[in-house]
């Protein structure tokens, strides 16, 4: 059973009377919607509906909450945290023993870990399963980013930076990351703006090449003109963002996509519900 220790994450908790009503009112996750035993991603965004911290949020007790984010950012999450509390009941920190691990395949391996299993709802097409605190170390990291490519699943540092990227872009609306139905939080104007309208239009796109890929940060061209960003890569395989109706223009017409000198191919994740763009592109958009 393959499964992999992740160093670079780091766990927040957030917890006491108030917790589950201060985090409803301020982040995109919909926790009426968040089971016990699951994980779900969310972010805290800007006004303007940027992702200012992405992360996985589950239920760890009564009243507490677990926030799993990246370990660079953690310090910098909770004094986000910290200014939106006002006089709710709530207590913010850091956890001591913030270890994560993951599994993915089946439950074989379970008992090298000394945690509750949590699912990560983001993976539709495949039994993935988080433990805080968990016992085992080393693994495969390597594996989990091939993993995570071939399902599509974007992470900010890796794929996208933070501030640069609204929820739509690394498909929060399609794993279980966005609310639409929950009321206000932080920058759901502009998000719910977007769904309403149909207006995004940078996607979360899985990349293939006969090549090894460039580094992450590259930019994909198409005859010259920028169409995404290359984000995790490894090997033959990587992710992007992408410019969905700019690439399907260029799918129209034959034109090859380019990372570098790298000619590549650019398809949709198996379980997203989002298409390519049906009407075509005026040449300017192409």
């Known amino acids: 059973m393959p499964f992999a220790q992740l160093k670079d994450r780091a766990l927040v908790s957030v917890s006491g009377p108030d917790a589950e009503s201060f985090l409803q009112n301020i982040l995109t996750t919909d926790l009426d919607a968040l089971a016990p035993g699951e994980a779900k991603p969310g972010a805290l965004l800007t006004p303007q509906g940027k992702i200012l911290f992405d992360f996985l949020i589950s239920r760890a007790g009564e009243n507490l909450f677990r926030l799993e984010c990246r370990s660079d950012i953690s310090d910098d999450f909770i004094r986000r945290l910290m200014l939106y509390k006002l006089r709710a009941k709530v207590e913010i920190a850091k956890a001591d023993q913030g270890l994560v691990a993951v599994v993915w395949g089946d439950d074989s391996t379970a008992s090298q870990f000394d945690s ?13 399963t988080r433990f805080y605190g968990a016992a085992a170390a080393g693994g495969d990291p390597a594996a989990w980013q091939a993993l995570r490519i071939a399902h599509g699943i974007a992470e900010s540092g890796s794929d996208y930076q933070l501030g640069d990227a609204f929820p739509h872009d690394v ?63 490894a090997g033959t395989a990587g992710l992007a963002i992408a410019r969905i109706d700019r690439v399907k223009a260029a799918l129209d017409a034959g034109r090859p996509i380019m990372a570098d000198d790298v000619p590549v191919s650019l398809t949709i994740p198996a379980w997203a519900k989002f298409i390519f763009p049906q009407e075509p592109v005026g040449a300017e958009e192409a």
């Not at 509750?116 to 993935?128: G, N, W, Y």
Request: with cysteine.
């Open 116 to 128: 509750t299993p949590v699912a990560d709802a983001r993976f539709r097409d495949a039994s993935v």
């Open 171 to 233: 498909l929060l609306d399609e794993t279980g990351g966005v609310g639409f139905r929950k009321g206000c939080y932080v920058g759901q104007e502009v998000v719910s703006r977007m769904q309403h309208r149909g207006t995004a239009r940078r996607r979360v796109l899985i990349v293939s090449a006969e090549r090894p890929l460039p580094a992450p940060g590259t930019e994909l061209t198409v005859a010259g003109r920028p169409v995404g960003t290359l984000g995790t890569a």
